[in-house]
C-alpha cells in the first residue's frame, strides 16, 4: 500500500484536488485484517483538516477468513452508543483501489491497545479502574438493543440453540483447517456437545474477541474505544464472559481476568453495571470453548503459512504454539484431576 | 562437527537480536523479526530431543492404545456397539505396526496415525462417559487424557504461561 494510492482513493471519495498522506504505517497485530495508519490533509470550503484514519484492508491470508462488511456495519451501528467505538467512514469493495476490498475509519488517539504495557508497574494505580471501565462497556455492549439498531443481518440464533450453533461453527472450521487430527480438540468439541449450558435469558450482541489488546486504554486509566469486531454475533452474553476469563489474556502472570480485575470482582462489576447475571457453569463452558476456539484460529494461520498463502511468520510462531491451549482445555473439562 | 545444528541456531537468534532488529524502524517488520527469533529459539530446544521424544510418545499412545483394545472390544460387544469395535480394531492394528526409523517425517507420520484413531477414540469416549459411565472406559479415557496432558505441555506454547509477557523477554529467554 503507498500514499500515493491512499491519496487516490480519497480524492475520489472527498470530490477535491489537494489530499496528502502522510506517516503511513502498517500495524502490527490485526492478523486477520491488515490494519494500516496514515494522516490525511485535505482542504474543505478554505479550510484545512488533519485526520489521522486507519484502513482496515483483507489480507493476503489470514488466522481467520471474516466476512469484511460485518466489522464495518458493527461499527455503524454501534456510533453513538454508549460503546466507544471509532466512526467509519466508507466500505470500499472495489479492488482496484488498493489491490483488495478494505474499509476506512477514524484513527482514535492517545491510547494503546498492548496488553504487556498495561501489566507494567506504570498501570499500576490505573489497572482497577480500567477493568471496572471493562466490565462497565461490556454490560454496554450486551445491552445494546440490536434490533433497532439494525444488527438483525448477523442472523439471530434460537436462545437453545446459541452454544450449538458456536460449537458447529468451530468445529467446522476445525474439519476444514487442521493438518493434524487434534484429538483434544475433538474430544473438547464432544465434551461441550454433551455439556451445552442452559439458554441466556435473551439474545445480545456479542463481540466475540473481547479481550485485552482489543481495546485502547489511557495512562489515566480510561477506555476510548472498543476494536475489532470482526467476530461480532448475537448469542448468550456469557459468550463474552468466558472469553475474556481465558488464561491466554492474563497480564503479568496475574490469575486476573485479563490481567486487570479479580475473576468475582469482574463478575460484580460487570452485573452491577447492567450486565446480565453470570453463570459460572456458562462461564466455564464459553471458556472452554474460547480455548478450542482460539486453537483453532491459530491452526487457520499455520495452516496458511504450510500452504504458502502467507509469509507472515506471526502464522507460523502462533501455530506451534497451541500445546498449552489444549491443556487448559483438558483441565476445564475436569479430566485432570488427580494428573501430576 | 562444530558449530553443531543447535550453535548454528543460537547464533542465527543473536544475530536477528542484535544485529538485524536494532537497523529495523518499522514497526511491522520488527515484529516479523521478534516473531522469526521465537521461532529459531522453539526450533533450537527441541532440535536435539524431537525425535526420541517423538519416538516415546508414539510408543507411549502405542502402548495405551494396545491395553484398551481388548477392553473396548468386550465393552462393545457386550453392547453391541459397531462404531467402538471397529474403533477397538482400529487401536490395534495402529499400535501394533512400529518402526524403527529416527527420520521425524516418519515418526511424526506415525504420530498423526496415532493421533487419528486416538481422536475417533476420544470423542466416543465422551460421548459413553456423559451417558452411561462405565468405570473401565472411564479409566482408559483418564490414562489417555493424562498422556495426552503429559506431551502437549512439552510442546512450546505461549497460552500456559503468561502470554502477554513482552516479546524481547521472550525473545531473551534461552
Known amino acids: 500500500m503507498t500514499p500515493e494510492q491512499l491519496e487516490a482513493y480519497l480524492r475520489h471519495k472527498l470530490s477535491t484536488d489537494k489530499v496528502t498522506v502522510g506517516n503511513l504505517r502498517r500495524i502490527t497485530g490485526g492478523a486477520s485484517r491488515e490494519t494500516w495508519s496514515f494522516d490525511a490533509r485535505w482542504w474543505d470550503k478554505g479550510s484545512e483538516v488533519v485526520q489521522g484514519l486507519i484502513v482496515r484492508r483483507d489480507p493476503d491470508a489470514s488466522l481467520l477468513e471474516t466476512e469484511r462488511d460485518l466489522e464495518y456495519r458493527v461499527y455503524q451501528a454501534l456510533a453513538d452508543t454508549p460503546v466507544p467505538v471509532p466512526r467509519v467512514y466508507w466500505l470500499e469493495l472495489d479492488s482496484a483501489w488498493l489491490e483488495r476490498p478494505f474499509f476506512v475509519m477514524e484513527r482514535v488517539d492517545g491510547g494503546q491497545a498492548l496488553p504487556q504495557t498495561l501489566g507494567s508497574a506504570s498501570y499500576d494505580t490505573v489497572r482497577t479502574a480500567i477493568g471496572t471501565r471493562k466490565a462497565e462497556i461490556l454490560a454496554s455492549i450486551h445491552r445494546v438493543d440490536w434490533q433497532s439498531r439494525d444488527l438483525g443481518f448477523l442472523e439471530p440464533p434460537s436462545l437453545q440453540s446459541c452454544a450449538s450453533i458456536e460449537i458447529a461453527r468451530w468445529e467446522h472450521i476445525l474439519d476444514n483447517q487442521a493438518l493434524d487430527p487434534e484429538p483434544i480438540l475433538r474430544a473438547g468439541f464432544q465434551w461441550l456437545k454433551e455439556h451445552l449450558p442452559r439458554s441466556p435469558e435473551r439474545l445480545v450482541l456479542v463481540h466475540g474477541d473481547y479481550r485485552t489488546g482489543n481495546y485502547l486504554y489511557t495512562p489515566d486509566g480510561r477506555i476510548t474505544a472498543v476494536l475489532d469486531w470482526e467476530l461480532a454475533h448475537l448469542g448468550d452474553p456469557m459468550e463474552d464472559v468466558g472469553w475474556l476469563c481465558m488464561r491466554s489474556w492474563r497480564v503479568g502472570g496475574s490469575d486476573d481476568v485479563g490481567g486487570v480485575l479479580d475473576r468475582e470482582e469482574f463478575f460484580r462489576l460487570y452485573e452491577e453495571h447492567g450486565g446480565f447475571e453470570v453463570d459460572r457453569e456458562a462461564v466455564r463452558f464459553w471458556e472452554l470453548l474460547g480455548n478450542l476456539k482460539l486453537a483453532v484460529i491459530l491452526l487457520t494461520g499455520s495452516r496458511s503459512f504450510c500452504d504458502g498463502r502467507t509469509t507472515n511468520l506471526l502464522m507460523a510462531s502462533t501455530g506451534r504454539s497451541t500445546g498449552g491451549l489444549n491443556v487448559n482445555a483438558l483441565e476445564l473439562m475436569g479430566v485432570l484431576e488427580g494428573y501430576a | ?174
Open chain 2, 1 to 174: 562437527m562444530r558449530p553443531t545444528s543447535v550453535e548454528v541456531l543460537r547464533g542465527i537468534r543473536r544475530s536477528l537480536l542484535e544485529t538485524i532488529l536494532p537497523q529495523i524502524g518499522d514497526p511491522f517488520i520488527q515484529g516479523q523479526v521478534q516473531a522469526m527469533v521465537m521461532l529459531v529459539d522453539s526450533l533450537a530446544m527441541t532440535w536435539d530431543s524431537e525425535a526420541e521424544e517423538l519416538r516415546q510418545d508414539n510408543q507411549e499412545l502405542a502402548e495405551l492404545l494396545t491395553r484398551a483394545a481388548p477392553v473396548l472390544t468386550d465393552f462393545a460387544r457386550s453392547r453391541e456397539h459397531r462404531d467402538l469395535l471397529h474403533l477397538a480394531s482400529r487401536a490395534q492394528t495402529v499400535s501394533a505396526h512400529d518402526s524403527d526409523s529416527l527420520r521425524l517425517s516418519e515418526l511424526a507420520a506415525k504420530h498423526r496415525e496415532l493421533e487419528a484413531v486416538l481422536a475417533d477414540l476420544l470423542v466416543a469416549l465422551e460421548e459413553l462417559a456423559a451417558r452411561n459411565p462405565v468405570e473401565p472406559l472411564l479409566v482408559i479415557r483418564r490414562d489417555l487424557y493424562w498422556a495426552l496432558a503429559r506431551q502437549y505441555s512439552r510442546r512450546p506454547s505461549m497460552h500456559r504461561r503468561d502470554v502477554t509477557r513482552p516479546a524481547s523477554q521472550m525473545a531473551g529467554r534461552s
